[in-house]
T-cell receptor, first 113, second 112 residues
Framework: DAGVIQSPRHEVTEMGQEVTLRCKPI?????LFWYRQTMMRGLELLIY????????DSGMPEDRFSAKMPNASFSTLKIQPSEPRDSAVYFC???????????FGSGTRLTVV | SQQGEEDPQALSIQEGENATMNCSYK?????LQWYRQNSGRGLVHLIL?????REKHSGRLRVTLDTSKKSSSLLITASRAADTASYFC????????????FGTGTRLTVIP
């Protein structure tokens, strides 16, 4: 298995632009998570899905953030419009169930200028 | 917040020495997990300990859990330069939910 695949690895965009981050979880994993990591705030859970259904999106910072999981093999995190304070590393992770650990992707480093 | 806190924030040791990192959390849990993150990479799952377990081993890793004190420790024995990384503890919410809350991390440096 190739693990959790995220794209792009790096994204530099101008303030106000739309940004879409992509994630392909491990096949057979029922849960998918989006985290954001910054030096100031550490790892923050943004949203997670179970069987493609959003379960908890209370970590999504603002309405500018949205996430979808149209099928078991693909999820997107969209920021529209982007702002400089959105600059962070965004991680996607998947898990087969709560009794086991997560597998993380390599992350997308987002820089909004 | 359920978010745990690791202690110390940074630790520097000589290769071959043991490294101990601690984690404290706030509410009841079903399990506690430890992860490693190398610079610029994603987190890697190391070990999971359930709330009814007190100690668990995996290779050079030893994890303890004290639910009465809401604390856990990660011991890495005979450290190697390749163990240099940040280490995070993560806890669930103690409910049926699958989401994890991560601590602030301990930055471990192993000097060759």
């Amino acid at each position: 298995d190739a693990g959790v695949i995220q794209s792009p690895r790096h994204e530099v965009t101008e303030m106000g632009q739309e940004v879409t981050l992509r994630c392909k979880p491990i096949s057979g994993h029922n849960s998918l998570f989006w985290y954001r990591q910054t030096m100031m705030r550490g790892l923050e859970l943004l949203i997670y899905f179970n069987n493609n259904v959003p379960i908890d999106d209370s970590g999504m910072p603002e309405d500018r953030f949205s996430a979808k999981m149209p099928n078991a093999s693909f999820s997107t995190l969209k920021i529209q419009p982007s702002e400089p304070r959105d600059s962070a590393v965004y991680f996607c992770a998947s898990s087969p169930d709560r009794a086991r650990g997560y597998t993380f992707g390599s992350g997308t480093r987002l820089t909004v200028v | 917040s359920q978010q745990g806190e690791e202690d110390p924030q940074a630790l520097s040791i000589q290769e071959g020495e043991n490294a101990t990192m601690n984690c404290s959390y706030k509410t009841s849990i079903n399990n506690l997990q430890w992860y490693r993150q190398n610079s610029g990479r994603g987190l890697v799952h190391l070990i999971l300990i359930r709330s009814n377990e007190r100690e668990k081993h995996s290779g050079r890793l030893r994890v303890t859990l004290d639910t009465s004190k809401k604390s856990s420790s990660l011991l890495i024995t005979a450290s190697r330069a390749a163990d240099t990384a940040s280490y995070f503890c993560a806890t669930d919410a103690g409910t049926g939910a699958n989401n994890l809350f991560f601590g602030t991390g301990t930055r471990l440096t192993v000097i060759p």
